[in-house]
T-cell receptor, first 114, second 113 residues
């Protein structure tokens, strides 16, 4: 296993409430990513980070924000959850070495917005 | 913009037969190509990758993939399928100019006894 812990693993929340998902890594890797997985769409990149306080948007960043104040933690926040954000969220990490570096995934966080 | 296509939603194969899961890609720079496997309710597990060099890449669990630059393809193969290979398979591409890994929509592999 790649030393990635996601929390919470399962969450049910109400529409309009804020939600924060946490990704913690023990590998000291520079790059961290948040993806969401939905049937028919595969995995889509939400945001990623290339260092502490350095983040950038992915394909589906609307409605999401991220923060990275420490190398080991990458937080994904849904400011006001909507039903369309019901999904499985995966954190991933990658070390130095350029674009050929492998990205390793956590076990996922199942989020249901009711 | 980079993109990945997996043209088959599902592939069915009998145990012991060879299997192929197809993937084509589009990038503006040099492609870095990956295959991942996902079992139910689990995260993605890395199988293999192509960076440069030999067009035939060998990976975990007996899987291999062939990089074809002219056809912009990176098909996943295995000479003899096992029932335990049944899972969801994702192809992904990383453009050499970015840090982003972009995934295809996935192909469900069903291996029948």
């Amino acid at each position: 296993d790649a030393g990635i812990t996601q929390s919470p693993r399962h969450k049910v929340t109400e529409t309009g409430t804020p939600v924060t998902l946490r990704c913690h890594q023990t590998e000291n890797h520079r790059y961290m990513y948040w993806y969401r997985q939905d049937p028919g769409h595969g995995l889509r990149l939400i945001h990623y980070s290339y260092g502490v306080k350095d983040t950038d948007k992915g394909e589906v960043s609307d409605g999401y924000s991220v923060s990275r104040s420490k190398t080991e933690d990458f937080l994904l926040t849904l400011e006001s959850a909507t039903s369309s954000q019901t999904s499985v969220y995966f954190c991933a990490i990658s070390g130095e070495g350029g674009s050929g570096n492998t990205i390793y995934f956590g076990e996922g966080s199942w989020l249901t917005v009711v | 913009a980079q993109s990945v296509a997996q043209p088959e939603d599902q592939v069915n194969v009998a145990e012991g037969n060879p299997l192929t899961v197809k993937c084509t890609y589009s990038v503006s720079g040099n492609p870095y190509l990956f295959w991942y496997v996902q079992y139910p309710n689990r995260g993605l597990q890395f199988l293999l990758k192509y960076i440069t060099g030999d067009n035939l890449v060998k990976g975990s669990y007996g899987f291999e993939a062939e990089f074809n630059k002219s056809q912009t393809s990176f098909h996943l193969k295995k000479p003899s399928a096992l029932v335990s290979d049944s899972a969801l398979y994702f192809c992904a591409v990383r453009d050499g100019n970015t840090d982003k890994l972009i995934f295809g929509t996935g192909t469900r592999l069903q291996v029948f006894p």
